[in-house]
């Protein structure tokens, strides 16, 4: 089936996860990871078409996200950037009330707003031409700490210290690269892809062996049968073509 045959039935599919029973309209409050923002924006606005519900999100990076929750936030949902966090809050007892899933598989990027500064193999990190390079603080950002570990991997990790610049999650890594302020950096692929900045930079995608997987899970916190239409939304076919449409590798379907 052609892609805008599945687009033309979300709304069908949408109409599906919900009959028989006829939900009032609720107000769902997400937490998302930085780098899931635009996509979870996209599934939001699909989902509230088809069902009229309203989606509050709060994103940030998950370690952070996953303090609040601890702390009594309320959130009605979790979507991480790691599976550490929804594994700990499935354990904690009272904090989740549905089992986790992988909802998309993250790709990490070397990203400079130059052309042609970073070259297909990241050569460009051994070649110190640059003063800053920018990260997500690898204690409270998966996105980060899978940086850190390709840095250590190449043994470039206490060489490269003093250029790091770290934000508190991938949208603040992102924003330093993009505004100038750094002139390389670790990025999401699915940035790049969301990105309005033109198409003249340059990036290594760099390969999954230099890293742990990066399994984006997400957890149910209430109980709600609003809350958990959306979960199966983010499953469904129309769901899943979202996520891949914004730069995202996808777990195998159930």
């Known amino acids: 089936m052609g892609k805008s045959a599945v687009l033309f039935g979300a709304p069908l599919l949408l109409g599906l996860l919900l009959q028989p029973s006829a939900l009032p ?30 989606l509050v999100l709060s994103s940030g990076s998950t370690g952070k996200l996953y303090a609040q929750i601890l702390n009594g936030a309320p959130f009605d949902a979790l979507f991480a950037a790691d599976s550490d966090r929804p594994l700990r809050l499935e354990l904690e007892p009272g904090s989740a ?16 707003r130059t052309a042609e500064f970073v070259d297909s193999e990241g050569l460009v990190l051994k070649g110190g031409g640059f003063r800053h390079l920018a990260i997500a603080n690898p204690k409270l950002a998966p996105y980060g700490e899978a940086a850190r570990q390709v840095l250590m991997g190449l043994g470039l990790w206490e060489q490269l210290a003093p250029r790091l610049v770290r934000g508190e999650n991938i949208g603040q890594a ?12 670790f990025v999401a692929w699915s940035q790049l892809i969301d990105s309005t900045l033109p198409d003249e930079g340059s990036h290594w995608t760099v390969p999954s062996s230099l890293h742990a997987p990066i399994d984006q899970q997400a957890v149910q916190l209430t109980d709600s049968e609003a809350v958990q239409a959306f979960m199966e939304f983010v499953q469904s076919a129309a769901g899943r073509q979202i996520i891949s449409e914004h730069g995202y590798d996808l777990p195998d379907a159930d």
């Open 97 to 112: 009330v549905q089992s986790r899933f992988t909802y998309a598989l993250g790709r990490l990027v070397l990203w400079s």
């Open 174 to 185: 992102y924003q330093f690269v993009a505004s100038g302020n750094a002139e390389l950096g």
């Open 25 to 54: 309209a609720a107000e769902i409050h997400v937490a998302v990871a930085s780098n899931f923002t635009t996509t979870m924006e996209a599934l939001a606005e699909e989902f509230e078409s088809g069902t009229g519900h309203h």
